[in-house]
């Protein structure tokens, strides 16, 4: 079992001496950028990207020092640096803000190979500095009250939970996030977006992930709209510490849907199914009629709210999650004790996705997640550099595909193009 949550200090209080933070990366970058402010004890004082027009637009609108080069943002006079860079590129990025001397809060996910999973965790240790994973959906207020509920033995100890992102997008919005054909949405395997649907299950229980199978699923890909490569969802099996099982649903499938749910040795729980793709934000709790114990019901539902700061979240993006992960992220630096979505956890989390690719290529097989806190494991996989990212294309990496390498059709290209040349885009 978890341990309890301990009391949070208050938000909205103007602390003596802010976090000084920069962020890297100006699209999802400005919810950390617009967030870091005195409600949290922060203040955003740097902004990095290499993409010239945009970030003099943004640097303007925050009315702060931008940068194009991420060596020069890092000798910013600044306490923190958060990671909204490319997916597959946030280890090396990570490690080389912790030896610059500077906190690190990074977007999903934390390392797009074992090794460098192995690297930054030792680089965390080596720091003594905060590393926190910025995964937003355990902070909705249903995850938060089902972490209260299974912390308080409502359920007894989680046997199977199901956790499901996923996230169809019509075709001209899906290309103009991606622009590139390099782009990393344009490469990634279906298995690596899995943080999502993981990580509230973590934050609930308190388990962690020790070994994963997957199948990937083809369907639904038109590659006429699309410049992608990748397959349009998986299905992720987890055996967790505890012996539980939990299952990950995840990509572009039609039906928009994040929803959990948990069986336990004595009820089960669960946010309601639709309308909408976060549900009516309602939890169930129910049990057998036969093990009702004193004081019990059979079945509840209930909208749930914040434990607290429930204003503050209500504004921000995510459910919530936005306003959360910069709150304890400043709370892990205040308090100098790593956040609950620390180094090992995020790596773990991150590993799933990379273990379960190479489980869907061999149509199922089981991976054993390694266990980053030792300094064997780590060893042992300094030099997993299995990576299916067109940088690190070479003999024996992995296509992103099941099906193998798939070049864009045509009618793709065409259209992506259309797209990129829109939002002035100019690269290949
Ligand atoms: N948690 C969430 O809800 C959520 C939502 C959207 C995106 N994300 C994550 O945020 C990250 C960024 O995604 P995005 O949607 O902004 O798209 P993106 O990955 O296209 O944006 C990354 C930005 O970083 C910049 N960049 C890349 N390399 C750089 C470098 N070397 N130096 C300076 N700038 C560089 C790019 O120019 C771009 O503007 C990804 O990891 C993604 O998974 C998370």
């Known amino acids: 079992m978890p341990q309890k949550t301990k009391k949070r200090k208050t938000a909205g209080k103007k602390t003596a001496k802010p976090i000084r933070v920069g962020v890297i990366g100006v699209g999802r970058g ?101 590393y926190m994973l910025a995964e937003n959906y355990p902070y909705t207020a249903f995850n938060m009250e089902m972490r209260r509920l299974y912390q308080e033995g409502e359920i007894g100890d989680v046997a199977y939970a199901e956790g499901e992102y996923n996230h169809p997008m019509p075709a001209t919005s899906s290309l103009a996030i991606s622009p590139g054909l390099e782009h990393w949405r344009n490469c990634i395997p279906s298995t690596y977006y899995c943080t999502h649907a993981l990580a509230p299950l973590v934050f609930i229980t308190d388990t962690m992930p020790v070994k994963v199978n997957a199948l990937s699923i083809v369907h639904g890909r038109d590659r006429t709209q699309t410049v992608r490569r990748g397959d349009s969802g998986s299905v992720i099996l987890c055996r967790m510490s505890n012996g539980a099982i939990f299952r990950l649903f995840g990509g572009g499938t039609a039906g928009h849907s994040i929803w959990y749910r948990l069986h336990g040795t004595r009820a089960a729980m669960e946010t309601t199914r639709g309308p909408g793709y976060f549900g009516p934000e309602q939890i169930r709790v129910w049990r057998e009629e036969w093990r009702l114990e004193p004081g019990e019901v059979v079945e509840r539902t209930y909208k749930p709210d914040w434990p607290e700061h429930a204003d503050l979240a209500r504004r921000s993006g995510h459910g919530g999650g ?32 990379i273990l379960a690719w190479k489980s869907a290529l061999e149509d199922g097989a089981p991976f054993d997640v390694p266990d980053f806190k030792k300094k064997s494991s780590r060893r042992a996989y300094a030099d997993d550099h299995w990576s299916p990212w067109p940088k690190d294309a070479g003999p024996g990496q992995p296509p992103s595909s099941i099906l193998g390498e798939q070049r864009p059709t045509k009618e793709g290209l065409a259209l992506a193009r259309k797209i990129w040349k829109e939002i002035g885009y100019h690269g290949k």
């Not at 910069?326 to 773990?348: C, E, H, M, T, W």
């Open 322 to 353: 936005d306003f959360w992960t910069n709150f304890d992220f400043a709370q892990a630096i205040r308090s100098g004790k790593q956040p609950f979505l620390d180094v090992y956890r995020g790596v773990a989390m991150s590993s799933v996705g």
């Open 30 to 130: 400005q919810a950390f950028a617009s967030g870091a402010t005195d409600l949290v004890g922060m203040k955003l004082v740097a902004i990095c990207d290499t993409w010239k027009e945009r970030l003099k637009e943004v640097g303007k609108r925050y009315g702060v020092t931008t940068y194009t080069s991420y060596d020069r943002f890092l000798e910013h006079d600044m306490d923190a640096v958060i990671l909204a860079n490319f997916f597959h590129e946030h280890a090396p990025f990570a490690i080389k803000a912790l030896e610059a001397g500077k906190h690190v809060m990074s977007e999903t996910s934390c390392n797009s190979t074992l090794a460098e999973g192995a690297a930054l965790c030792s680089a965390v240790e080596k720091s003594g500095l905060t």
